[in-house]
């Protein structure tokens, strides 16, 4: 659906419009106040898109008689744009090639080569003690075979002299 600004309206395939309804705000266990806006289509009469555009068949008002509803939270669009703005700059594309390179390797090697699979007690501060020690035992392990392979002091790709 394409979305008019200057109006706060949505339109549909068949040049439909939807309009705002009201606003609806609604408070997560954490406290979090989201607010979505609804709207809904002025007139959905015999349009050959309804059966795949209105979703949910448990309610009581039939098909026919129903028009399309729209639920947008507009701080979560604008959320969700400015982040893949930052994600598809070059410098966000880097990053991202740099975390699939580094963190799911080392996710990789705790799970499979130390057989890691879950935490062994309950609590926050137990779970992160338990996570320290398997953060060390991880660099340990790697810091013995760079001195087994005589690589110590050395880096992956040689560093740019300024």
């Known amino acids: 659906m394409e ?4 109006t706060d309206e949505y339109i549909c395939s068949k040049g ?14 954490n406290g979090y106040v989201s607010t ?4 809904e289509c002025e007139s959905c009469q015999g ?14 008002t ?10 947008v939270s507009k701080v979560m669009k604008q959320k969700r744009q400015e982040t893949l703005e930052r994600i598809t700059t070059e410098y966000g594309t880097q990053l991202r090639m740099n975390r699939s390179i580094q963190a799911e390797g080392s996710f990789a090697v ?5 057989n890691f699979r879950r935490y062994l007690y309950r609590g926050k501060e ?31 790709t040689e560093l740019k002299a300024s």
């Not at 979305?3 to 200057?6: A, M, R, S, V």
């Not at 439909?16 to 266990?29: H, I, T, V």
């Not at 003690?129 to 050395?154: D, E, M, P």
């Open 126 to 156: 137990n779970v992160l003690a338990q996570s320290v020690l398997l953060a060390i035992a991880y660099n340990i392990n790697k810091l013995h075979f760079k001195i087994q392979g005589g690589r110590t002091g050395k880096f992956l």
């Open 16 to 29: 439909k419009k939807l309009r705002p309804l009201y606003d609806r705000r609604s408070k997560n266990r």
């Open 47 to 60: 349009c050959p898109y309804k059966d795949k555009c209105i979703h949910g068949n448990n309610c009581k």
């Open 36 to 39: 979505v806006t609804v709207y």
């Open 3 to 6: 979305y008019d600004p200057e």
């Open 110 to 114: 705790i799970k499979e080569d130390m």
């Open 62 to 71: 039939p098909l026919e008689e129903r028009n399309k509803r729209l639920n």
